[in-house]
């Protein structure tokens, strides 16, 4: 027997007051951690049956983190120590996680702050990246959220977080193709069509379909537009009962509560509208809310719930084909689309081209257009300035005759000087011509002279010679030291 179930059968008949039995449930539990809630919810036993009607009387609000912990079974050491862990690994999602942080209950000055801020970054990080089926995306933050605000630690966070999605079977709303989602939205939409039937019509003649606004709802566990308070409270059942059933009862009953404002409205804007509006998420009696959710769950029954989640796999199998046959087309529409929009991007860009030649061609032709105008004009230009220059030729040919002439005279008068000239410097020229040949004769004279006198001198020089000193041995050329003579330029 688990903790709770057998501190129930102990217990239940001895506490007067819900602080008596809370008091106690959490000092039991921290003797014995050994908890089970998941098998006691599901097993059809009672044995929950008191702590459901104290949980739907109100959990006290200073205890609520320490028994939603407890409920839940979220005391897990090998999570505390894996999610320290696993902050140091690298997440695909970080950027999308930081976007989101500011957009998490963004009224709440708590989620204002750094260090909350942070420790909320800390636990999407480390979740998208244990679950990467999963992942991230935005209303896991509001879930989480949630129980930052209990002031529980941040590893606990995640640890509950964990349960929720996983023993309590949440991660089926957020998986890819959502079928948790899918199913959820069958079963509410069935049982709203039975429950409130004129409203349903009313929306369904305006297609508004539950995927536009209770979806939204069921990810962030109403989290999202509603008071905390009234969240808090739907936390607490859901820990107990399950999510499931807990979810659709509030979304019927808050629909219920509205239902003569909502058929008062005729305009799906304004449908919109409204369900956004502070009059419909706001719930100030909350204990009434909680009432008439318990008393509705003789319409959201198991047994309905089961029967509707068998219709909903069956008609899943049935259009399973043409689900197949659907997705084919999708992506062939996909690919159509695609060169379709390649086409139409390459037919702007030819336009672009066709404009701009365009444009060319006109620019060229005004260009064009004012060149044939500057031509006529220059040629204008030119037939006068021809007939102008015509006119100064001929008054400029008389004066440049007279230069001419002037000119032709200088130089007549120059020819004969330089003529005049010419004639003196040929006879100064001859006379020299006459007085260099004498010269050459009186040269030549001196020089047979010379080569006379030289000769007899050294003839003389010989004899004396061998009249002193005979020689022993004959005279030769080379013993004789021949004399130099002056050169003489010819």
């Excluded at 001895?14 to 008596?20: Q, R």
């Excluded at 808090?232 to 509560?257: H, N, Q, T, W, Y």
């Excluded at 919109?272 to 009059?279: P, T």
């Excluded at 004279?445 to 010679?465: G, P």
Aim: proline fraction near 3%; aromatic fraction near 10%.
């Amino acid at each position: 027997m688990s903790y709770v179930g057998s501190f129930l059968k102990k217990k239940n008949s001895y506490f007067d007051t819900d602080e008596e039995f809370w008091d106690a449930f959490l000092k039991e539990y921290k003797k014995d951690s050994e908890l089970d809630v998941n098998s006691q919810i599901t097993d059809g036993s009672n044995k929950f049956g008191d702590l459901l009607e104290r949980v739907q009387r109100g959990v006290p609000a200073e205890h609520r983190g320490e028994i939603w912990l407890s409920i839940s079974d979220s005391f897990d050491a090998h999570l505390d120590v894996l999610y320290w862990q696993l902050l140091h690994e690298h997440c695909p999602y970080e950027r999308a996680i930081n976007q989101d942080l500011g957009r998490t209950f963004p009224e709440i000055p708590m989620f204002k702050t750094d260090e909350v801020r942070k420790q909320l970054y800390n636990i999407m990080k480390a979740y998208s990246i244990y679950d990467s089926e999963v992942g991230y995306c935005q209303g896991l933050s509001f879930i989480a959220g949630l129980f930052i605000m209990q002031g529980i630690k941040e590893e606990l966070v995640f640890t509950i977080f964990v349960r929720l999605m996983e023993s309590y079977n949440l991660r089926t709303l957020f998986t890819p193709k959502m079928p948790g989602l899918m199913l959820l939205i069958y079963q509410f939409n069935a049982i709203f069509q039975t429950y409130i039937p004129a409203l349903y019509f009313h929306f369904y003649r305006y297609n508004l379909s539950p995927m536009m606004y209770a979806s939204q709802w069921f990810l962030t566990l109403f989290s999202y537009s509603f008071n905390v308070d009234l969240v808090f409270r739907i936390v607490d059942m859901i820990l107990v009962e399950g999510p499931i059933s807990v979810l659709l009862r509030f979304a019927l009953v808050i629909l219920k509560r509205h239902e003569d404002d909502l058929l008062g409205i005729e305009k799906f804007d304004s449908l919109m509208d409204f369900l956004k509006s502070e009059k419909f998420t706001q719930v100030n009696d909350v204990e009434q809310m909680i009432k008439e959710v318990t008393e509705l769950k003789k319409v959201v029954s198991d047994n309905r719930l089961d029967q509707l989640k068998h219709e909903h796999l069956e008609d899943i199998k049935k259009r399973e084909p043409a689900q197949r046959e659907m997705e084919q087309l999708r992506e062939t529409l996909k690919l159509l689309r695609k060169e379709n929009k390649e086409q139409a991007n390459k037919i702007n860009e030819d336009k672009k081209i066709q404009q701009a030649l365009t444009d060319e061609i006109i620019l060229l032709k005004q260009l064009v257009k004012e060149l044939q105008e500057d031509n006529e004009a220059v040629k204008m230009q030119v037939k006068d300035l021809r007939t102008i220059l015509s006119q100064e030729e001929k008054i400029k040919g008389d004066d440049r005759l007279l230069s001419l002439q002037e000119e032709l005279q200088f130089l007549k008068d120059k020819l004969r000087a330089t003529q005049v000239e010419l004639c003196q410097s040929r006879m100064q020229y001859n006379e020299l011509e006459t007085a260099y040949q004498l010269e050459q004769e009186r040269w030549k004279k001196s020089k047979r002279r010379l080569s006379r006198k030289i000769q007899l001198n050294e003839d003389k020089s010989k004899r004396t010679s061998l009249m002193i000193d005979p020689p022993s041995t004959p005279a030769t050329p080379t013993s004789m030291k021949p004399i130099e003579l002056p050169s003489i330029r010819e």
